[in-house]
């Protein structure tokens, strides 16, 4: 008794292939134009959603618009100045937003028989919230990347408005003054 018989494998294959190499063909073309749909329709909504998420949470964070955000009180706050008629902002950043989750800790203790040895072990794991069918962790704060420098175009200025921008810059965003530049515009 033969398990199996390869002859006759290659011969019904061969007619197959012979008599239906269109079908096959079509069927080939059908299940990767199907892929290719799939992938299309799927694949870029999830690029994108996991690029501008925070770790689940439905709260996204962009550090240029953070840093935007910064430019344009700044400039806003110096347009109050004496003799400051136009002002441009531009503020570096040092990182990302740093997002803190809430979290359990559990503790779990044993004694051996004696009753002398206690062995402590602690796991911590992140709490989720459940929204319908999504579950995302809950957010307890969110730390703002910290300024690193600060570059400050105004038209022309005198030396103690300069200065007092200086000043004011640096206790606003709490930088050292060396990370300030102002710059006169031309």
Known sequence: MKLLDFSTIKKKMSNLKNSNKKVLLTGIAFVVIALMLVISIYVPKSAKNSAKSDGGTSQKILIT?????????????????????????FVMIDSTPEIKYLTETEEVTTTNKDGE??????????????????????????????????????????????????????????????????????
Do not use: W
Not at 66 to 74: D, P, Q, R
Not at 140 to 162: D, E, F, Q, R
């Open 65 to 89: 618009d953070y840093a935007a955000s910064i430019e344009n009180k700044l400039s806003s706050m110096l347009m109050q100045m004496e003799s400051i008629n136009k002002v441009s902002a």
């Open 117 to 186: 040895i206690t062995t402590s072990t602690k796991s911590t794991t992140v709490v989720f919230e459940k929204n319908g069918s999504i579950s995302t962790p809950v957010v307890v704060t969110t730390i703002m990347p910290k300024v690193t420098g600060v570059l400050i175009v105004v038209n022309n200025i005198s030396a103690s408005t300069k200065y007092n921008i200086v000043r004011a810059i640096s206790v606003v965003l709490n930088i050292e003054e060396s990370c300030i530049n102002i710059l006169q515009e031309s």
